[in-house]
């Protein structure tokens, strides 16, 4: 168990600090991802006061700016795999303002989908109202059983998400749902073999829609950026009771 900190060591709260703490909390070096989990940009020191947030957008950091904030903290960072690797355009105006404000940047991809309490599969289920856990200890996807119909389902999704879903099936008997939020549209294969009825997943793709009309499982887009504003938010909540600092999440507008 994680000793409470006193006091003055609240007050002396730094970025490594938080990395360190956020890199053991979420297992980050476990997860082969697509980007590097953790700290990604490094512009300050002591922290007083957490943004939280989706995306690392331009918006959000001027959201940072404003709130006076010395660490922004999101699901989607920089450096993916595969992009161009200068520091310019978007990319480098996006950092440019960060160091020039003196905000760092921590992310976490994989590992903030995955954490069992904090995560964005473990906030999405239980927006829905439903008392799931991973399909398996690897597993991103979560299930859970459920004793309602699929137009039922449908409706607390458009609660959960506050956007209105896309719906590929008839409304049918639900008893195993399976979700994984963002784009895990291509995971429809292992909820199906998971034994799921309906698959709730952020994006679709064309191929999606023939996959779940011929293996006879409903399925759901809820948005990806609607699924995954639970991770970061929740995670900054956190830290806010474990360092004694200041959190704000900002909710950028996205329809996707």
Not at 87 to 96: E, V, W, Y
Request: glycine share 10%; charged share 20%.
């Amino acid at each position: 168990m994680v000793a409470v900190m006193t006091t003055e060591e609240m007050l002396m709260t730094t970025v490594s600090e938080i990395t360190r703490y956020c890199d053991e909390l979420l297992d980050a070096h476990s997860f082969d991802d697509y980007c590097p989990n953790g700290l990604q940009v490094e512009a300050s020191d002591e922290v007083t006061k957490i943004v939280s947030g989706v995306t690392a957008s331009a918006e959000l950091i001027d959201a940072a700016i404003e709130q006076k904030a010395q660490l922004l903290l999101v699901h989607h960072g920089y450096f993916w795999r595969g992009e161009p690797q200068p520091l310019t355009g978007m990319k480098g105006q996006r950092i440019a303002k960060l160091i020039k404000n003196g905000i760092s940047l921590l992310a976490y991809h994989l590992p903030l989908d995955a954490h069992t309490s904090l995560g964005n599969n473990a906030g999405l289920g239980e927006a829905l109202g439903f008392q799931g856990s991973p399909v398996d200890a690897k597993s991103l996807i979560w299930l859970a059983e459920g004793n309602l119909e699929l137009d039922q389902l449908t409706t607390r999704v458009q609660q959960a998400t506050e956007r209105e879903p896309l719906v590929i099936g008839e409304n049918r008997p639900i008893k195993q749902i399976a979700w994984c939020t963002g784009a895990a549209q291509g995971q429809i294969h292992k909820a199906q073999a998971a034994g799921a009825d309906v698959y709730i997943s952020g994006e679709i793709s064309e191929s999606t829609v023939h996959a779940a009309r011929e293996m006879g499982i409903a399925y759901i887009a809820a948005g990806h950026h609607a699924t995954e504003r639970f991770g970061a938010r929740s995670l900054g909540e956190h830290l806010a009771g474990r360092f004694g600092v200041e959190h704000r999440f900002v909710d950028i507008a996205n329809p996707v």
